[in-house]
């Protein structure tokens, strides 16, 4: 089951530089930054309000969010959304008809489990799933 919006996740070319206008200007709370080696991202978790926003700056030319800045530009990467059974969820989805690119859910920052869906599924956007850590 879909229980609520758990990120969005924002593409950028500079971490510290975004952090700068999503913090400093913007006034959303910085909570923390962590490089994330499996996806080759390092993330700041921000908060606006309850909303968690993710900004993602690649750390090698391999990485999904610098192919995704090559290909687009820099912006709204992905919109992910908390389940409580990843596994669980893959396989609703799947039979729903929805391109899921996982067949089983892959590790996460913070031990959480996460999946994503093929925009193409999404209207044009890149959804992931992610199971918080028990
Ligand atoms: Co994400």
């Known amino acids: 089951m879909i229980q609520s ?4 996740g924002i593409a950028v070319e500079n971490l510290d530089d975004a952090v700068r206008i999503y913090r ?11 490089e994330v080696p499996t996806e080759r991202v390092r993330v700041a978790v921000l908060f606006a309000g309850e909303t968690r926003i ?9 990485s999904p969010i610098a192919k995704a800045i090559a290909k687009r530009g820099p912006g709204v990467h992905h ?5 409580d059974d990843a596994q669980g969820e893959i396989t609703r989805l799947d ?8 067949e089983e859910p892959r590790p996460g920052a ?5 999946a994503f869906i093929h925009p193409k599924s999404l209207g044009g956007v890149l959804g992931e799933l992610v199971e918080p850590a028990r």
Do not use: M, Y
């Open 5 to 8: 919006l758990h990120h969005i």
């Open 24 to 34: 400093d200007q913007l006034g959303l709370r910085l909570d923390s930054i962590e």
């Open 54 to 62: 993710e900004l993602l700056e690649p750390t090698g030319d391999d």
């Open 79 to 83: 919109v992910a959304f908390q389940v």
């Open 95 to 102: 039979a729903a008809g929805l391109r899921v690119l996982d």
């Open 110 to 114: 913070h031990n959480t489990k996460c």
